[in-house]
């Protein structure tokens, strides 16, 4: 480690060089030192928007932050470049430290254009590039007020969105005649105008801001436009376009290009020896470039240069955009304009379902040069890579794949870039799949990391794995060629009430321990019946069979329910008095309850007598069905608490109590952000806010840990309700067994998004009939195990044997340890280990 | 041969089991769809439990099977042979119906 590198600015394209060059260079020549002028690490600029709405900060980390913790590199956040020094081969910080360099490449990215306009300085008015920036934006916005962007660009557009999802009434100003006029044509653009405002976003194109007005209390009041509109609002954002940060060409003696930005060659290099500058701060040979991939192109040919691999250059740049709004597809790639000699353009629009397709060829129509999608861009990616190739299919086919023809990943030369954000081809793709390394997109992207970027590229790795003819089959097991969701929906339309008649029409054979419970829970979701009536009880696997946890040495456990963990002295002492009673052992559990273990079977309906006397009922720790939700003290004791989180922890488990899913749910609800009741870790979890409530989904511990992600925040008590009925109604309906919320979110392309759309925005129209499902559950519920106490035939199973009910099953020995039972040691005829290898996913509850 | 009654057959519900104790040993007791009746071991080979008149019964491939309610693995109703592991076998038991009642045989 004898040489420093030093890299001014921490965003993307800067983090990027720094994981490469320290990939790349397992000598460890390069000490480096990176200045970035943020409080924060870089993060995930072009997933900015979610910040607004969902994300949490932490949320836009990018990968690779390990490389913080190596001692090579030396991260300074806060800090900013104040001077380069050439001469002596220096950086002045605004910190005052001066540092040496052998090695600087400058990454400086952007700042958002400020259009000189009288008021465009005044309080109120806000740009669009860092977390900042948001936390302002949000901090100032309104519900129900209007809000203004000046610019109708790609970013333009996101932050009108932005404001939307903050419940403000966003207008847009663009000066050109149509939205993102540097991406889509005239026919295009006349679609994406009515697409937006059908959004609820006002579109003025063809006007500027004149004048931004100061209201009594010195910030912005209204907003007059070159058409004479005058719109009252107090928060304004400029998006109407980017400048190169190159503050620093001066004391650097750095040459600009002519539109800004520091002027570099091919490789990335400065005039000055040993100086680079990459991102969107490079104007390579005289441009720059506004996109995340041609910076990424660019860190990886300077890394190579550093790392002695030779003179890698930046190759051009791949200009292809799509628009990340919900419900607005827009995709421009290649001469979207046709601007090339003798182009030729085949258009389609559909006014009635509102899209628009362009291709542009060249001129003898064999090649594809570019295109526009609007409306529908679903076939974006597989267009995009196609650009300067020959046309595999006639256009019409490729636009319309659906109508038969060559569309689809088939058409693509195994060259083309599927993903463009990690520059990974179709050859490498089909590499790893036909390798074996990779059976599903979760594993192409660890092999490949394609997809791990903005994420358009994930249904073509769907594609891929399709044509390779990896069969992701779907059946339950060998008597049900189908899942779980679509044995749903088969129940649910056909009315089907058995198991017996639903295998004899969709299925074959008499069924199994896989498909019989997974039945039994559709059964249960669809029902009021008792989970033991008559065949129903057949098909239950052994816990829910005798509604406790079967233990190894073949006794149960008994979990009666603790509504968020609130419980009377009294009741704790019916519960220690029983388990002396029965000689049970005791354990509190993680899920802030009480355990009681060792019952034989012959004892669980006296335990549970006494138990339902003392008004416990069932804590389904045998179901796959609610389990608990957690609770904090929240205001009722704790002094930071600003909601009641244990009444409405109570109030959730009692509502949600006896839900049957496709796997366990659990929940959580903590009084503030402290977070004591660790709603994150659960499929559910719910955080106090000084409003009301943030919701979070998809969260578990578990074999594969997951944080719950932001599912809509600040709800009153009621929305919150309405929005988790939706949530656990649609995953109970949709997902596969054994799913739990993470894993089924993730299934979706969109994941969060969609969940977001169908729960929070109704985009399917089934928000209704989700409401009404869950009041059905909730009406019909009753306690399980009170049930069974009353029902002479149910209680006629609860024996040891059927010819000595009383008689304890002479294989069941307990030993002591700490004072209380413990199941004695067995002695196995056959090693334990040996038979059907399952996956622990497959332990009954 | 030595038949001892064990229940009615209506104390043996289709596609269920039950447990039985004969001569000290103890039994699962299974009726199929096909409403045949078998007797197997009640004791989980694999973890030495007394459950497997608690497991799901079902096919494989035809054949008619109980799975472990501990692992999961599979046995022959028929033979007691283990479906996924060739070397473990469950003892089988002499079953049959009369008037209306199931009994076994021990030895
Ligand atoms: C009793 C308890 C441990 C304890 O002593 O604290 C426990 C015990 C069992 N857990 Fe658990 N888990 C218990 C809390 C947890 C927690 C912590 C929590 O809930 O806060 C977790 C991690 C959080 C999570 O689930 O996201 C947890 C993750 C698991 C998993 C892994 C789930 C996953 O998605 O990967 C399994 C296996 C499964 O369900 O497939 C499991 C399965 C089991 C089973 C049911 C295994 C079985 O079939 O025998 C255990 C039997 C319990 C019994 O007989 O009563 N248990 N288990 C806890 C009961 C909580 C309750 O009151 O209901
Ligand atoms: C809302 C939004 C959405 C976007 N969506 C997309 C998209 O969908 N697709 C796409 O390709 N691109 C998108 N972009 C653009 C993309 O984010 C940029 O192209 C990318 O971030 C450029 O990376 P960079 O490292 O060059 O610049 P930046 O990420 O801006 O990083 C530069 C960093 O350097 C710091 N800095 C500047 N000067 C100094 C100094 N003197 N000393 C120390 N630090 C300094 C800055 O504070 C900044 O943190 C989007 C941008 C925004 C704002
Ligand atoms: S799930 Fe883990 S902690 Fe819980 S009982 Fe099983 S092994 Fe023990
Ligand atoms: S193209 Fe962005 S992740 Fe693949």
């Avoid at chain 1, 719109?231 to 004391?251: H, K, M, Q």
């Avoid at chain 1, 520091?262 to 996109?291: F, K, S």
């Avoid at chain 1, 019946?529 to 129903?536: G, N, P, R, S, V």
Wanted: charged content about 25%.
């Amino acid at each position: 480690m004898n040489r420093t590198l030093v890299v001014i600015g921490h965003g993307m394209v800067g983090h990027r060089l720094v994981e490469e060059v320290r990939e790349r260079d397992p000598e460890r020549h390069w000490r480096i030192v990176v200045l970035g002028e943020e409080p924060i690490p870089a993060y995930d600029r072009v997933g900015l928007s979610a910040y607004m709405t969902e994300a949490a900060a932490e949320e836009l980390v990018l990968s690779g932050q390990e490389v913080h913790r190596d001692e090579r590199v030396r991260l300074c956040t806060g800090v900013g470049a104040e001077r380069v020094d050439p001469q002596a081969s220096t950086v002045l910080t605004t910190d005052g430290e001066s540092i040496h360099y052998d090695a600087l490449v400058l990454a400086t990215g952007s700042r958002p254009f400020v259009p000189p306009v009288e008021g465009a300085e005044l309080p109120g008015c806000h740009v669009y590039r860092t977390l900042d920036d948001l936390d302002g934006i949000r901090a100032a916005s309104e519900t129900g007020a209007e809000g203004v962007v000046v610019g109708g660009g790609l970013l333009g557009l996101e932050a009108a969105d932005a404001l939307r999802e903050l419940g403000m009434r966003p207008h847009v100003v663009e000066l050109a005649p149509r939205l993102m006029p540097v991406q889509v044509d005239e026919g295009g653009g006349a679609v994406l105008g009515r697409l937006v405002g059908e959004l609820g976003i006002e579109v003025h194109t063809g006007a500027a801001v004149d004048s931004v007005h100061k209201g009594p209390h010195g910030g912005v009041s209204a907003v007059s436009l070159t058409d004479g509109t005058v719109i009252y609002t107090d928060l304004l954002v400029f998006s109407a376009g980017i400048r190169p940060r190159d503050e620093l060409a001066e004391s650097a003696g750095l040459e600009r290009g002519q539109r800004g930005g520091y002027l570099v060659d091919n490789g990335c290099r400065t005039g000055q020896p040993g100086v680079w500058a990459i991102g969107e701060c490079a104007a390579v040979d005289g441009r720059c470039h506004g996109l995340v991939a041609p910076g990424y192109q660019m860190a990886s040919a300077v890394a190579d240069q550093l790392t002695g691999r030779g003179d890698t250059e930046f190759g051009g740049a791949d200009e292809a955009t799509k628009l990340k709004l919900v419900g607005v597809d827009v995709a421009s790639f290649g001469d979207a304009h046709g601007r090339s000699d003798g182009a030729l353009e085949v258009t389609y629009a559909n006014n009635a379902a509102g899209t628009y397709a362009k291709l542009v060829l060249d001129d003898d129509a064999s090649t594809l040069l570019g295109g526009v999608l609007v409306g529908d861009a679903e076939t974006y990616n597989t267009l995009r890579p196609l650009v300067g190739k020959p046309l595999p299919a006639a256009p019409e086919q490729l636009l319309f794949p659906d109508a038969g023809g060559g569309g689809g990943t088939g058409a693509l030369p195994d060259d083309a870039t599927v993903c463009s954000c990690h520059n990974v081809s179709k050859a490498d793709i089909a590499g790893v799949i036909s390798s074996g390394r990779a059976e599903d997109v979760a594993a192409i992207k660890s092999c490949t990391k394609a997809g791990t970027g903005c994420g358009s590229c994930v249904p073509m790795l769907k594609g891929l794995l399709d044509e390779a003819g990896v069969v992701t089959s779907n059946a339950l097991c060998e008597h049900f060629p189908r899942s779980r969701s679509e044995l749903f929906e088969i129940v649910r339309a056909t009315g089907v009430e058995s198991f017996s008649e639903l295998i004899s029409r969709y299925g074959t054979g008499r069924g199994c321990d896989i498909c019989k419970p997974a039945v039994a829970s559709i059964l249960a979701g669809l029902s009021d019946a008792h989970i033991l009536d008559d065949e129903q009880a057949t098909l239950q696997d052994t816990n829910d069979r005798f509604l406790a946890n079967m233990q190894r040495n073949g006794t149960y456990s008994v979990v009666p329910r603790v509504p968020a963990g609130e419980i009377t002295p009294d009741k704790l002492i019916t519960l220690g008095q029983v388990a002396t009673e029965f000689g049970l052992y005791t354990k509190i559990t993680g899920g802030q309850r009480v355990d009681m273990f060792g019952a034989r079977v012959e004892q669980l309906p006296e335990i549970w007598r006494r138990l339902v006397d003392a008004g416990f009922e069932s804590g389904h720790a045998y179901g796959k069905a609610l389990r608990t939700v957690k609770s904090c003290v929240g205001t009722d004791w704790c002094r930071f608490g600003v909601q009641d989180s244990v009444s409405m922890a109570v109030r959730l488990e009692l509502r949600y109590r006896g839900l049957r899913a496709p796997h366990k749910i659990k929940a959580g609800v903590s009084g503030c952000a402290r977070e004591c009741a660790e709603a994150r870790s659960k499929d559910f979890g719910v955080i106090a806010t000084e409003k009301g409530w943030n919701l979070y989904v998809g969260g578990n511990g578990g074999f594969a840990p997951r944080h719950a992600g932001l599912l809509a925040s600040d709800l009153d008590d009621e929305r919150l309700v309405v929005l988790l009925d939706r949530f656990l109604m649609f995953y109970v309906r949709t997902a596969e067994r054994l799913q739990r919320t993470a894993g089924w979110i993730e299934s979706f392309d969109s994941g969060l998004e969609h969940v977001r759309a169908v729960v929070v925005d109704d985009v399917l129209g089934i928000a209704s009939d989700l409401e009404e499902a869950m009041a059905r559950h909730i009406a019909d519920y009753t306690d399980e195990w009170a049930a069974v106490l009353g029902d002479g035939e149910k209680l006629s199973r609860f024996v040891s044997f059927v010819n000595a009910p009383e008689a304890p099953d002479p294989t069941i020995e307990f030993t002591e340890e700490r004072g209380q039972i413990r199941p004695a040691p067995i002695d196995l005829p056959t090693p334990a280990a040996r038979g059907r290898e399952f996956s622990s996913e497959e332990v009954s509850a | 041969m030595n038949w001892q009654r064990i229940c009615s057959e209506s104390d043996l519900p289709t596609e269920f089991g039950v447990a039985a104790l004969v001569d000290g040993h103890t039994v699962a007791v299974f009726r199929t769809a096909a409403d045949e009746v078998y007797a197997l071991g009640n004791v989980d080979p694999f973890s030495g439990a007394g459950v497997i008149s608690r497991g799901i019964v079902g096919d494989r491939d035809g054949e008619p099977t109980v799975s472990s309610p501990m692992h999961k693995q599979a046995f022959s109703l028929r033979s007691g042979q283990c479906l996924d592991d060739p070397e473990t076998r469950l003892p089988t038991y002499p079953v049959r119906r009369r008037a209306e009642t199931i009994e076994i045989a021990t030895s």
